[in-house]
């Protein structure tokens, strides 16, 4: 790792000198040159944030690395050190140009976000290929039957035999090293390649047509995910206020209602394990104080306090604690975390359920009482 700023300057020369990387005004004319010749391209970003969440979301991540394939060949593009007014020419030039992602509703959006170019025409996404070739397809994994996944390197392995190293512990905020590089060559050097062998599936589980119906609206989804929604901050701040106030007047009298602890600690009534021994995760978890003063559960799930709930005032209690962290739970991120300038900015995902349909996540949108 270089420990000074000339150690690092030395670390992008030696990368440029064995990667196409591009890290100056002249690598980035000498890429812009490149992507004119090219006819088509694969593509894929990489993104950190101030902290490790941030680094996935449209309001907090930052575009680290724009990763570029075709025919063999490789351009990384810095954008920490390329000024934005020189990679726009680069990617305005792949606006209408056959382009190849996985998970185009991730990449194309942040690049919109920092860039302002659209790259929402012509895209071929191998994870919505993946989603619809392989719908309703489950797998063992060790004594668990699961829902076949689409990660990248799930893909890969399963369509064409290749193995990719997968990383997860690269920091993409500080200096770059071969290591990254060889990590984002990875993630776009067979796109076409899957894109092709994914295409003959939906041919042989005849959904050829089913697939283009959806990957024809996934410009529209794209335009959506830049637009975001509007989100009226100045009720839902005040609502979300009234709900933490009314959550821990709750906790007061859950507290008063509660027998003594055993071990003289303090009940944590978010605690959901069962294992309610003095040794368990739950020994100081609601389970326990229930079965102190009398009332066994087999859970908390909601129906099973409510057939319970004129057992004790605790029970009931109980119940209204838990509503109200639900609701305060799903809506308190919405605002310090996928808001901006008046919008909200849900992560869509469609084709993603098993029945087909749209989901939303970060924040689940889709879900709004």
Not at 15 to 26: D, I, K, R, S, V
Not at 45 to 64: H, M, N, P, Q
Not at 65 to 77: A, D, K, M, R, V
Not at 212 to 228: K, M, N, Q, T, Y
Request: with cysteine; glycine share 6%; aromatic share 8%.
């Amino acid at each position: 790792m270089p420990k000074s700023p000339k150690e690092e300057e030395e670390l992008r020369s030696q990368l440029a000198g064995t990667f196409n990387y591009a890290y100056t005004e002249e690598g980035a004319k000498r890429c812009l040159e490149w992507v004119k010749s090219a006819p088509e391209m694969a593509l894929d970003i990489e993104t950190y944030g101030r902290v490790k969440r941030d680094a996935v979301l449209y309001t907090k991540c930052s575009v680290r690395l724009i990763s570029l394939h075709y025919g063999g060949e490789w351009w990384f593009i810095d954008c920490n050190h390329v000024p934005n007014e020189l990679v726009v020419p680069i990617l305005e030039e792949l606006q209408d140009k056959p382009k190849y992602l996985h998970n185009a509703l991730f990449d194309i959006p942040r690049l919109y976000r920092k860039f302002g170019v659209l790259l929402n025409q012509n895209v071929h996404d191998t994870i919505l290929a993946s989603r619809v070739a392989r719908a309703g397809e489950w797998e063992r994994n060790k004594d668990k039957v699961l829902q076949k996944s689409h990660g990248l390197d799930e893909c890969l392995q399963r369509e064409l035999g290749i193995q990719i190293p997968k990383d997860r512990k690269l920091k993409w905020d500080g200096p770059l090293q071969e290591e990254h590089l060889q990590y984002a060559a990875d993630d776009v050097a067979h796109l076409k390649e899957l894109y092709t062998a994914l295409k003959e599936v939906l041919r042989e589980h005849g959904v050829v047509e089913r697939y283009e119906a959806i990957s024809s609206r996934l410009p529209d989804f794209i335009a959506a995910a830049v637009r975001g929604v509007p989100l009226d901050t100045g009720t839902l701040q005040p609502a979300l206020d009234a709900l933490e106030r009314e959550k821990a007047d709750l906790e007061s009298r859950l507290n008063e209602l509660a027998p003594d602890h055993p071990e003289g600690l303090e009940w944590v009534w978010g605690n959901t394990s069962k294992e309610t021994s003095p040794e368990g995760k739950g020994r100081s978890g609601p389970l326990r104080a229930l079965s102190l003063v009398g009332v066994e559960l087999s859970d908390l799930q909601d129906q099973t306090l409510l057939d319970h709930r004129e057992d004790l005032e605790l029970v009931h209690t109980l119940y209204l604690y838990r509503k109200k962290a639900s609701t305060l739970s799903r809506y308190s991120r919405w605002i310090p975390d996928f808001y901006e300038d008046g919008r909200m900015y849900p992560q869509p995902k469609v084709a993603a359920a098993v029945t087909g349909r749209v989901l939303y996540s970060d924040p689940n949108a889709q879900g709004i009482d």
